[in-house]
Every structure is written in structure tokens, then in C-alpha cells.
């Protein structure tokens, strides 16, 4: 069975940061690319970041450009997202999803973890 399971969310207040990962499971991890999706309370799903199949390209939104950082560790069958900076703007449940990168977008998604950005 395929899974994507998110964890490390939580609430924390503005400029502090957080480290999300995501474990995946039941599909060739190495072969997908992932992405961290988001979506605020309200609001429509963003994309925020991919990395390659083999972690040498990644790209981010320009909202979270410079404060967060993703990588993999395909040994773990992990994704990361590191999160510096936060701004209540990035008050979202974020997602990872993996894709083949074929035009066909994203094959897998989790179930998402919340993430808070508050005093």
C-alpha cells in the first residue's frame, strides 16, 4: 500500500521554525520527484517547493524563497521541509506528493500535517 505520512507540524510562533518530514512507503521512492504542497484555512491548494529524484534541483515558491529549504534522504524514504522564518502567512496544512515529473502531476499525496504560525 502506498503511503505518504507528514509529521512535525505543530503550532509556533512568528519567526521561529520547524522541520517537517515525510516518510513514504509502497512505491519506487527514487524514481519521484516530491513536492511540499500547502493549503490555508480558506484558501486554495499551493504549491511550495520539489526536489528532484535524486536531490540535485530544487525550486520553491517565491512567497517561501530563502526562509525554507527541502532535501531527501532516498536511503530513508524521507522528504524534509525545513521551515525558518515562519510568517502567520504560512499558517497552512502542508502536504508532500510524489510525481514522475511526466506532465501527469502528482501521482501520491499524504494526509498532511497542520502547521500554525501565531502568538
Known amino acids: 500500500e502506498v503511503q505518504l505520512v507528514e509529521s512535525g507540524g505543530g503550532l509556533v510562533q512568528p519567526g521561529g521554525s520547524l522541520r517537517l518530514s515525510c516518510a513514504a512507503s509502497?512505491?519506487?521512492?527514487?524514481?519521484?520527484?516530491m513536492s511540499w504542497v500547502r493549503q490555508a484555512p480558506g484558501k486554495g491548494l499551493e504549491w511550495v517547493s520539489l526536489i528532484n529524484n535524486d536531490g540535485g534541483t530544487t525550486t520553491y515558491a517565491d512567497s517561501v524563497k530563502g526562509r525554507f529549504t527541502i532535501s531527501r534522504d532516498n536511503a530513508k524514504n524521507t522528504v524534509y521541509l525545513q521551515m525558518n522564518r515562519l510568517k502567520p502567512e504560512d499558517t497552512a496544512v502542508y502536504y508532500c506528493?510524489?510525481?514522475?515529473?511526466?506532465?501527469?502531476?502528482?501521482?501520491?499525496w499524504g494526509q498532511g500535517t497542520q502547521v500554525t504560525v501565531s502568538s
Open positions: 506528493a510524489a510525481d514522475l515529473e511526466d506532465g501527469l502531476g502528482y501521482r501520491y
Open positions: 509502497g512505491f519506487t521512492f527514487t524514481t519521484y520527484a
